[in-house]
């Protein structure tokens, strides 16, 4: 194993030294739907979206929150991802979408379990409010909190035509709030959306830096089956960049152009995603898997020189 220094900010190393030892996530599922799928107000969900493509198999509404972590414990222990140190990671849904009093009720059991190192609340930048927030910077007071909000692109007219329910200035209001009150905050990029170009995304690096984000996730959009984007997709496969001769090369060169434009500062949690193949009707990564293109890329990065930030302009 090499022990070369990696080209980018790696999310893993910075938790690790965080807390001194491995750490490792705990997806849970709070049974805390999307406003923009269910509900009053809601408006059809995002077009992309499929929520039980990134469930995990342990994560169930009919367990108990306890129940989740403690299935979710064994199951990395039995595939040798045994760690010291254990987030709850609220992945599924909108984990903001309750009153302050409902929050509470459900953060506070997890932030005192002694199993858990802290929570990770993955939410819509729309669901939250001065109240919520000052809560979760109660909790940071005794475990490590973090916000991880899905952005998903910095344009408004992309966030628009994937029906995402609210515009950029929502996101970057919600994470200036999160961050000044000393919680840690993650936000989701999805490179691919239609109608974006190769240059709109790496541009769009400029913003998401100035955002002022302890992590980052990116991955490629991947077409779910049953969902509208699929059916925009069938009827017009122009609208997307990764159409047509589109490889997992090209988009490793597209991460690469982005990485060296990004903050160093900011960690990188994930560039690559994989979802069950019997829920995807395309993507552009075909069935390479995250950690054999995660080293092409660190390869390819480390051949020609490149780091994370090495163009970046302050």
Excluded at 36 to 52: A, D, I, K, P, V
Excluded at 248 to 271: K, Q
Aim: glycine share 8%; charged share 25%; hydrophobic share 35%.
């Amino acid at each position: 194993m090499s022990h070369e220094p990696l080209p980018y900010n790696d999310y893993g190393c910075v938790m690790r030294s965080r807390f001194g030892a491995r750490v490792q996530k705990l997806s849970v599922d709070a049974a805390l739907v999307c406003p923009n799928r269910s509900g009053e107000g809601s408006r059809g969900g995002c077009t992309f979206c499929l929520n039980e493509a990134f469930s995990p198999a342990y994560c169930g509404e009919c367990s108990t929150i306890d129940e989740q972590l403690r299935r979710g414990i064994e199951f990395h222990a039995t595939r040798r991802r045994a760690a010291k140190h254990y987030l709850a990671y609220f992945q599924s849904g909108t984990n903001t979408n309750a009153s302050v009093e409902e929050l509470r009720r459900l953060f506070e059991p997890v932030v005192e379990n002694p199993a858990i190192s802290g929570i990770i609340v993955g939410t819509r930048p729309d669901t939250v409010s001065s109240e919520k927030l000052d809560l979760l910077a109660d909790f940071s007071r005794r475990k490590y909190v973090a916000v991880e909000y899905g952005i998903e692109s910095t344009c408004d007219a992309t966030l628009c035509h994937v029906n995402r329910g609210h515009g950029f200035d929502i996101a970057r209001w919600a994470v200036t709030q999160t961050r000044e009150r000393g919680i840690g905050v993650g936000a989701h990029f999805i490179l691919g959306l239609p109608h974006e170009s190769r240059e709109q995304m790496v541009v769009q690096t400029t913003e998401i830096n100035s955002l002022g984000l302890n992590y980052i996730k990116f991955h490629q959009l991947q077409i779910f089956r049953s969902t509208p984007m699929a059916e925009e997709w069938t009827k017009y496969p122009e609208r997307f960049l990764f159409s047509g001769d589109f490889t997992p090369s090209d988009y490793i060169d597209l991460c690469v152009d982005i990485l060296r434009r990004l903050d160093p500062a900011i960690a990188v949690d994930r560039l690559f995603a994989i979802a069950p193949r019997h829920l995807t009707l395309y993507s552009p990564l075909g069935g390479v898997r995250p950690d054999e293109l995660r080293q092409r890329l660190i390869e390819r990065m480390r051949r020609k020189g490149f780091m994370q930030g090495d163009l970046f302009v302050r």
